[in-house]
């Protein structure tokens, strides 16, 4: 049963601490990608990663960090200098077929500061 | 930067009606582009995608057009149903590189 799992659904920081974001896949896919979802904001990139050890700051990678040392995992680290990170934060991977590629999304993580 | 605007921000139809959603993009390098469909608490979906060599794609209901010169595309639902109900993300692409989503459209279908 392929796809993508992240864990946990819902996770609970107190202000000041990190919190890992885990994210899996078993699709074989190259690139991984985190976004950030608010209502009224659409889907904004966090940081990316096209291959194994390699990754890019999206749009919005401040106070977060990521490690890509396995291709089927790309956990994401909600620093404590992020400051307003309460949020539905959701992770992708994608393919390229013939130029073009199918983001296929996990269910979501719903952060929420305390 | 926002390199994909998308309009309206909420749509709201009844049952049978064609919403339409728009999106205007910036880069001529794009080449790809998707829609995106999400239902509450759930990661989005693939919906249908165009490639700008065509100016139109059908798939059962949905529909894209593709207006090149304008910049522009949009997703139509003929004969919307409640089920319908989701939040529409437009999205475009160069080959290669990464995904850039709209804002996205809450779209209701009213019984």
């Known amino acids: 049963d392929g796809g993508i799992t992240q864990s946990p659904k819902y996770l609970f920081r107190k202000e000041g601490q990190n919190v890992t974001l885990s994210c899996e896949q078993n699709?074989?896919?190259?690139?991984m990608y985190w976004y950030r979802q608010d209502p009224g904001q659409g889907l904004r990139l966090i940081y990316y990663?096209?291959?194994?050890?390699?990754?890019q700051k999206g749009d919005i990678a401040e106070g977060y960090s990521v490690s890509r040392e396995k291709k089927e995992s790309f956990p994401l680290t909600v620093t404590s200098a992020q400051k307003n990170p309460t949020a539905f934060y959701l992770c992708a991977s994608s393919y390229n077929r013939g130029g073009r590629s199918e983001a296929f999304f996990g269910q979501g993580t719903r952060l929420t500061v305390v | 930067q926002q390199q994909v605007k998308q309009s309206p921000q909420s749509l709201i139809v009844q049952k049978g009606g064609i919403p339409i959603i728009n999106c205007a993009y910036e880069?001529?390098?794009?080449?790809?582009f998707p829609w995106y469909q999400q239902f509450p608490g759930k990661g989005p979906a693939l919906l249908i995608a165009?490639?700008?060599?065509?100016s139109e794609k059908k798939e059962g209901r949905f529909t894209i057009s593709f207006n090149k010169s304008a910049k522009q595309f949009s997703l139509h639902i003929m004969d919307s149903q409640p089920g319908d109900s989701a939040t529409y993300f437009c999205a475009t692409e160069t080959s290669g590189s990464r995904l850039t989503f709209g804002e996205g459209t809450q779209l209701t279908v009213n019984p």
């Open positions: 699709l074989n896919h190259d690139a």
């Open positions: 880069n001529t390098a794009f080449d790809y």
């Open positions: 990663s096209q291959i194994v050890n390699d990754f």
């Open positions: 165009i490639r700008p060599d065509v």
